[in-house]
C-alpha cells in the first residue's frame, strides 16, 4: 500500500499538463497510492473541464477550490485554509504540486515547518533562469522535492535554484500505448482502400 497523496492543480481547463496529471492520479490509485486531486471546479455549462475528464477517469476530485490569482485576497486566504484543514485531515504522506499558484498555495498551507512533503513537478522545460519569486517557490523553502522533464532540467535546478541534487528527480513524460497507437490500423480501413495485409 502506498502513501495517500493529494494532488494540487490550478487549471481548470484540459491543457497539456492536465491530462498527465489526472492519468498519474489515476495508475497511482490502481496501484494502491490513494491519489485525491484537489482543482478548481470547472466553470457552469463546461462539460470537458480539467475536473470532469478527470473524474471521468475515476480520480477522486475536490473541485472545491478558487486557485485563481486574479480572484482577490479572501478567495486566496480561504484555499490556504481548506487546503491546511485538508492535508491535516486528510492523513496524506505527500502533497504534489502541478503549477505554480497551486504551489504557492499548498507552501502557505503547510507553512514553513512542513510536516507533509511538498513535492512540485515542473511541467516545462525551464532554464530557471527567473526572478526572486520564482526562485523562491522552487527553492528548498517552498519545495521539499523537484520533479522535472529532462536531465538538462535537472542540472539547472540544482545549478540556478542552489538545490541539493538529491531533492531533484528527473521523470521523463509518457504515452498511454493503449489510448495511443499511431501503428494500429483501424479496422476496415485496409479494405476500404483496396489494400491487403502486406501492403
Known amino acids: 500500500m502506498g502513501v495517500?497523496?493529494?494532488?494540487?492543480?490550478?487549471?481548470?481547463?484540459?491543457?497539456?499538463?492536465?491530462?498527465?496529471?489526472?492519468?498519474?492520479?489515476?495508475?497511482?490509485?490502481?496501484?494502491?497510492?490513494?491519489?485525491?486531486?484537489?482543482?478548481?471546479?470547472?466553470?457552469?455549462?463546461?462539460?470537458?473541464g480539467f475536473a470532469e475528464r478527470a473524474r471521468a477517469l475515476g480520480v477522486n476530485v475536490l473541485d472545491r477550490f478558487h486557485f485563481d490569482r486574479t480572484w482577490g485576497f479572501k478567495k486566496t486566504v480561504r484555499d490556504v485554509r481548506q487546503l491546511r484543514e485538508l492535508a491535516a485531515a486528510g492523513?496524506?504522506?505527500?502533497?504534489?504540486?502541478?503549477?505554480?499558484?497551486?504551489?504557492?498555495?499548498?507552501a502557505f498551507a503547510l507553512g514553513r515547518k512542513r510536516e507533509v512533503p511538498l513535492v512540485r513537478t515542473d511541467h516545462a522545460?525551464?532554464?530557471?533562469r527567473c526572478g526572486r519569486l520564482?526562485?523562491?517557490?522552487?527553492?528548498?523553502?517552498m519545495t521539499d522535492h523537484l520533479i522535472v522533464l529532462g536531465d538538462?532540467?535537472?542540472?539547472?535546478?540544482?545549478?540556478?535554484?542552489?538545490?541539493?541534487?538529491?531533492?531533484?528527480?528527473?521523470?521523463?513524460g509518457a504515452v498511454d500505448t493503449e489510448a495511443f497507437r499511431p501503428m494500429a490500423t483501424p479496422a476496415g480501413l485496409r479494405r476500404q482502400f483496396g489494400l491487403s495485409s502486406q501492403d
Open 4 to 48: 495517500p497523496v493529494l494532488h494540487c492543480y490550478a487549471d481548470h481547463k484540459w491543457t497539456g499538463p492536465s491530462e498527465p496529471v489526472a492519468q498519474l492520479c489515476r495508475e497511482l490509485s490502481l496501484r494502491g497510492w490513494r491519489s485525491d486531486l484537489a482543482c478548481r471546479a470547472t466553470k457552469s455549462g463546461s462539460e470537458t
Open 134 to 141: 520564482r526562485r523562491l517557490c522552487y527553492g528548498p523553502r
Open 152 to 172: 538538462r532540467c535537472a542540472v539547472r535546478a540544482v545549478n540556478r535554484l542552489d538545490l541539493d541534487p538529491g531533492t531533484v528527480t528527473t521523470i521523463r
Open 125 to 128: 522545460a525551464r532554464d530557471y
Open 91 to 106: 492523513g496524506y504522506g505527500i502533497v504534489h504540486c502541478h503549477g505554480s499558484w497551486d504551489h504557492i498555495i499548498a
